[in-house]
């Protein structure tokens, strides 16, 4: 579901967990990326880049990416973050299987699309926030104060029951 916060909650975990690895890097936006002339191969490099801290070989056909990426990443205990990820595809050319990174890898996916994650060890289905937690959210956004003046608690409360408990709307 859009808007629930899925990328946020993964940016948090990762900018936590990233230095207990030997490389980390997120991949944000994938799907939209993925879609520009090249997407899946920049994606590749940004991977690559990230993770080794230096210049990326220069390719521009996805199958030499994934090359690269198994050769250069199968020994590296690594943290990655595939952000909106829409398709099949986006993950076979990103992190094939899980011969591709070295033991103790994680790989975190944020995805609307759960058929997805059949392979996937955990899954976690971030729910949309309860009337109460929106609402004080949405009263911390608007009024810098989880009581706002007697004035606006009727359209706080019109405002978020239109947001439907999306933390991004509420924003």
């Given at each position: 579901?859009?808007?629930?916060?899925?990328?946020?909650?993964?940016?948090?975990?990762?900018?936590?967990?990233?230095?207990?690895?030997?490389?980390?890097?997120?991949?944000?936006?994938?799907?939209?990326?993925?879609?520009?002339?090249?997407?899946?191969a920049l994606l590749q490099k940004q991977l690559l880049h990230d993770?080794?801290?230096?210049?990326?070989?220069?390719?521009?056909?996805?199958?030499?990416?994934?090359?690269?990426?198994?050769?250069?990443?199968?020994?590296?205990?690594?943290?990655?973050?595939?952000?909106?990820?829409?398709?099949?595809?986006?993950?076979?050319?990103?992190?094939?299987?899980?011969?591709?990174?070295?033991?103790?890898?994680?790989?975190?996916?944020?995805?609307?699309?759960?058929?997805?994650?059949?392979?996937?060890?955990?899954?976690?289905?971030?729910?949309?926030?309860?009337?109460?937690?929106?609402?004080?959210?949405?009263?911390?956004?608007?009024?810098?104060?989880?009581?706002?003046?007697?004035?606006?608690?009727?359209?706080?409360?019109?405002?978020?029951?239109?947001?439907?408990?999306?933390?991004?709307?509420?924003?």
């Amino acid at each position: 579901m859009p808007g629930v916060g899925k990328t946020t909650i993964a940016q948090v975990v990762f900018n936590q967990l990233c230095y207990g690895f030997e490389g980390s890097c997120f991949l944000s936006d994938i799907n939209e990326r993925s879609k520009q002339v090249n997407g899946l191969a920049l994606l590749q490099k940004q991977l690559l880049h990230d993770i080794l801290k230096q210049d990326a070989a220069n390719f521009d056909c996805v199958d030499r990416g994934k090359v690269l990426i198994k050769e250069r990443l199968c020994r590296k205990r690594v943290l990655v973050v595939a952000d909106d990820v829409a398709h099949q595809d986006q993950l076979k050319a990103l992190m094939g299987d899980r011969s591709w990174f070295g033991p103790g890898s994680r790989v975190i996916i944020t995805t609307r699309d759960s058929n997805l994650l059949r392979e996937a060890d955990q899954t976690y289905q971030i729910k949309e926030l309860e009337p109460d937690e929106a609402l004080q959210l949405f009263r911390w956004h608007a009024f810098k104060d989880t009581k706002p003046t007697e004035d606006y608690i009727d359209l706080s409360k019109d405002v978020v029951d239109y947001c439907g408990g999306l933390p991004l709307a509420l924003e």
